[in-house]
């Protein structure tokens, strides 16, 4: 065994004892390791990750070597750490069964892990060349009875609706897996595995065994999310108005220059900021209400304008033809600044307008919106990359994926006479489109549905090129 250790360093000394007692709940095993950054896999949850550390490679080539390819995964304490220490890892994590693995260029690997169940670390057997774990198998446990546990499920599972609702993060295939599940825990598991929470408290939800508190944690964390939307929507729709209405006003003044050039009609701009200029010199009003009335007059487009922007923040009073006071509405003022968005643009270009500093404004929003599509509707949270030339073929993929989307998206609505077809809905129809193998190892699709072959109509496609495509 010596020999071979020193020919091949995956192999380990203590992989020489079979787990111990089993491997069943409440007993004992020895399996590689591998730390996450910033995630966790619950039981019951399938999805991929890319591992791109020496150390993780190593256990999991170990674990690849053993029929069952089991490995214990669990989060870091800090992320940031390359090199985790065991008192760096969070003590409980998941044993997973590895179901895919693929090498990626640049020496990632990419897994596909089932996760099977709750362990508890006991000690780090080894930490090089990778680290080997003596786990706890942690037991499944409920503290109610069965219709206590049933209004639980039931509760969770409406408010979890609701919630993904309110996101639009939570894809209906997964609300669709959730629909007549009658297992507790693996309800639970799926549920905790979508939720958009810190990592910190996925770990409570992954540490908590019993499986009626698990779901009354989950609750409290899905109300307080719900309640952070519904402020999140406040503020979208109060500043969504704000910017409808100064279009609005945009739209129509420009409007208004427009027909009256179409008619010849004479511009009484100029004269009547003349007119204003000239009364303000001879009220003799001081320097900086000049400076002032000046800048207001580069934005009059009529006298309905004038009237309505001094009138409605100022009080004016003419005692004789050469005075004249005036005083600021504060009421007015106060109301109109509370309705106002701030936002500060950091520049070495002292010379911008404001028309120019809006527009960049614009722009960066337009990009934020794009990123929020990248992000929220097709999936693409964390990167989880080690590799720039990873990093630059899941962009590249993601990019193509969200023309392929706003494509789709454009198509539906100039093509779709009912308001109710959605994205969501066109995928879910698709999705329903079969196929039979026949013995011979032709595939044929079966009989396509109306509201189908109108879907393909609208992407220039029919039933014989998908049946073209299945051949």
């Known amino acids: 065994m010596l020999e071979e250790r020193r020919k091949n360093p995956l192999v380990s000394p203590s992989l020489d004892y079979p787990p111990e007692d089993g491997g069943g709940v409440g007993r004992t095993m020895i399996m590689p390791m591998v730390p996450l950054?910033?995630?966790?896999?619950?039981?019951?949850?399938?999805?991929?990750?890319?591992?791109?550390?020496?150390?993780?490679?190593n256990a999991i080539d170990r674990a690849m070597l053993r029929d069952e390819h089991l490995l214990f995964l669990a989060m870091q304490k800090d992320a940031h750490k390359s090199e985790p220490r065991p008192e760096d890892i969070y003590p409980v994590g998941t044993v997973v069964q590895i179901r895919q693995l693929l090498k990626l260029p640049g020496g990632t690997v990419r897994l596909l892990?089932?996760?099977?169940?709750?362990?508890?670390?006991?000690?780090?057997?080894?930490?090089?060349?990778?680290?080997?774990?003596?786990?706890?198998?942690?037991?499944?446990?409920?503290?109610?009875?069965?219709?206590e546990m049933t209004a639980l499920m039931r509760t969770l599972g409406n408010c979890f609706e609701e919630y993904a609702r309110a996101s639009h993060k939570i894809s209906p295939e997964a609300l669709?897996?959730?629909?007549?599940?009658?297992?507790?825990?693996?309800?639970?598991?799926?549920?905790?595995?979508?939720?958009y929470i810190r990592?910190?408290?996925?770990?409570?939800?992954?540490?908590?065994?019993?499986?009626?508190?698990?779901?009354?944690?989950?609750?409290?964390?899905?109300?307080?999310?719900?309640?952070?939307?519904?402020?999140e929507h406040g503020i979208t729709e109060r500043v969504r108005q704000q910017i409808e209405q100064h279009q609005k006003e945009y739209y129509?003044?420009?409007?208004?220059?427009?027909?009256q050039q179409e008619l010849g009609e004479k511009d009484e701009r100029a004269a009547e900021a003349a007119e204003l200029r000239l009364k303000a010199k001879e009220a003799a009003c001081p320097d900086f209400i000049l400076e002032k009335l000046d800048k207001e007059l580069e934005t009059i487009n009529n006298k309905k304008y004038v009237t309505q922007r001094f009138t409605e923040y100022f009080t004016i009073k003419e005692h004789s033809k050469n005075k004249i006071t005036y005083n600021l509405i504060g009421d007015k003022v106060d109301e109109q600044v509370s309705r106002c968005g701030y936002f500060i643009l950091l520049t070495n270009k002292p010379t911008l307008k404001s028309i120019d500093i809006l527009e960049i404004y614009r722009n960066k929003d337009v990009i934020e919106?794009?990123?929020?599509?990248?992000?929220?509707?097709?999936?693409?949270?964390?990167?989880k990359t080690h590799h720039i030339s990873t990093t630059e073929g899941k962009m590249f993929v993601g990019f193509?994926?969200?023309?392929?989307?706003?494509?789709?998206?454009?198509?539906?609505?100039?093509?779709?006479?009912?308001?109710?077809?959605?994205?969501?809905?066109?995928?879910?129809?698709?999705?329903?489109?079969?196929?039979?193998?026949?013995?011979?190892?032709q595939e044929i699709l079966t009989t396509l549905t109306k509201t189908q072959k109108e879907i393909l109509a609208w992407f220039r496609t029919n039933e014989k090129n998908l049946q073209t495509y299945k051949n």
């Open 37 to 57: 950054r910033d995630m966790l896999v619950f039981p019951s949850m399938i999805t991929h990750l890319d591992v791109g550390r020496d150390r993780s490679i």
């Open 113 to 147: 892990v089932e996760g099977l169940s709750r362990a508890v670390l006991d000690v780090c057997i080894e930490q090089q060349p990778f680290l080997m774990a003596r786990l706890t198998m942690l037991p499944k446990t409920q503290s109610v009875g069965e219709l």
């Open 252 to 259: 129509l003044r420009e409007q208004i220059k427009a027909i």
């Open 369 to 383: 919106k794009n990123f929020d599509q990248f992000k929220n509707e097709l999936d693409f949270k964390r990167l």
């Open 400 to 441: 193509l994926a969200l023309i392929l989307r706003c494509y789709m998206l454009q198509t539906i609505k100039n093509k779709s006479e009912k308001d109710t077809m959605t994205f969501e809905k066109v995928m879910l129809e698709l999705k329903k489109i079969n196929s039979i193998s026949l013995s011979n190892g």
């Open 176 to 195: 669709a897996a959730l629909e007549g599940m009658d297992d507790p825990e693996r309800f639970a598991d799926l549920i905790a595995a979508q939720m």
């Open 199 to 231: 990592s910190d408290e996925k770990q409570q939800l992954l540490a908590e065994t019993c499986v009626n508190k698990r779901m009354e944690l989950m609750l409290g964390f899905l109300y307080r999310e719900m309640e952070i939307l519904k402020l």
